[in-house]
């Protein structure tokens, strides 16, 4: 467990979890959220509406998920380590799992009103922390038997743009504020690199118990893995 700490902390120090959390934090302290918000909502200078925002975040959000999905079983592994599959497969599931449990227990906590007060589920963000959950994911997936070092740029810039564009989409659409996006993608990057480094990279070399079970309701996943 003492290691699952040390790569938090060092997930916690990369610039992709501190530079957006702490652009968060300055906007809520200053004040400024709102009135940014409210001028990238009004203005709409990406995607020119809020309809298109809104169908632009919800298209580019999906393609992510579902990359991130394929490339989790699909994508090349080491050779000489015949448990890797089933260990990114499950820490995909589960990193994934785990950062839709904490976006639904802080939305029913904060209950932050949205921009367009359609509800009050506006913090964190669902959408941001799936795009940056999916696009990180994405890079690790393919990344671990890629070399060329412009290869691996081009993937980890493409994904994380992808991203991006999704959080901003999502304030353009008045769906989000600014504090709210930031702060997901901050998250995302913490939670889901620290479940990936944890069972991928620095895995155990068995497979982890896995059992599912069938049930009226559909299928149950159960994973046990030490740490």
Do not use: C
């Amino acid at each position: 467990m003492g290691r699952v700490f040390d790569i938090a902390k060092e997930s916690a120090k990369e610039p992709a979890t501190w530079i957006p959390f702490t652009a968060a934090a300055a906007l809520a302290v200053t004040g400024a959220d709102n009135s940014v918000s409210e001028w990238v909502a009004d203005n709409t200078p990406i995607f020119g509406s809020q309809n298109s925002a809104g169908d632009a975040s919800d298209d580019l959000k999906n393609a992510l998920l579902l990359g991130m999905a394929v490339t989790s079983i699909v994508a090349p592994t080491p050779a000489k380590d015949s448990t890797f599959l089933v260990r990114r497969v499950a820490a995909n599931a589960l990193a994934m799992g785990t950062m839709t449990s904490i976006v639904a227990i802080g939305k029913e906590t904060v209950q932050r009103g949205r921009p367009n007060d359609r509800n009050d589920q506006s913090f964190p963000s669902g959408h941001s922390s799936t795009a940056f959950s999916s696009a990180i994911l994405i890079e690790k997936n393919l990344n671990e038997t890629i070399e060329k070092p412009w290869l691996r740029k081009t993937i980890k810039y493409g994904v994380q743009g992808t991203a991006a564009a999704v959080a901003w989409a999502r304030v353009e659409a008045e769906e989000h504020h600014a504090v709210d996006v930031l702060f997901s993608a901050a998250l995302s990057n913490l939670v889901v690199k620290t479940f990936y480094r944890s069972m991928v990279t620095e895995g155990r070399s068995v497979v982890p118990p896995i059992a599912i079970e069938a049930s009226r309701n559909g299928f149950s996943f159960q994973l046990s893995h030490s740490f």
